[in-house]
């Protein structure tokens, strides 16, 4: 039996040199074995990191045309457009691609609260290590501190449940 979802996925320029790659203006990205490539996001105006995810070619070719992000959700094992759930869209205002093209590094402005992070945060990166100037810190006594001191929006609220569960 013919597999149809092979035809109908989005076609990349082939990658033929690393000229072409690295100093040329072709987008031929590189997806790894399982199909994805990394993508930072950072907000637009702050330049804070936002989040860090990864999208298919699917995911790839639908921000690129929609200009919002979409993503490949690992622990769903499905495309994601970003704020279906939540309303909070994040809209593309620019987006760049690394040396390799294994990488993508979106610039967004999101929309409703500006937040993020399905746990409710602005940014996924809302808790740093503890590094104080003037102790060691050993691998196992290292502590988190939250750099973000409230939630942007309740998750149970806007989504009954959580969208994108951790894994442990
Ligand atoms: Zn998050």
Redesign the pocket.
Same mark, same amino acid.
């Given at each position: 039996m013919m597999d149809t979802s092979l035809s109908s996925a989005p076609v990349f320029r082939s990658r033929v040199s690393i000229e072409q790659v690295e100093e040329g203006t072709d987008l031929a990205p590189r997806f790894d074995a399982s199909g994805l490539l990394t993508v930072v996001t950072t907000d637009a105006e702050s330049g804070d990191v936002m989040?860090v995810g990864v999208m298919n070619a699917e995911a790839l070719a639908r921000t690129i045309e929609t200009r919002e992000a979409h993503y490949w959700s690992r622990s769903r094992q499905c495309l994601w457009r970003k704020g279906a759930t939540s309303g909070l869209i994040q809209h593309v205002i620019e987006m760049r691609i690394d040396d390799d093209q294994d990488a993508v590094w979106l610039r967004v402005r999101t929309a409703g609260t500006g937040a993020? /992070?399905?746990?409710g945060y602005r940014s /996924?990166f809302y808790r740093r290590v503890d590094l104080p100037a003037d102790e060691v810190v050993s691998a196992s006594s290292a502590e988190l501190v939250f750099c973000e001191t409230h939630k942007t929006f309740d998750p149970v609220a806007v989504y009954g449940d959580v969208p994108n569960p951790t894994q442990l």
């Open positions: 989040m993020n /992070c399905h746990v /996924c």
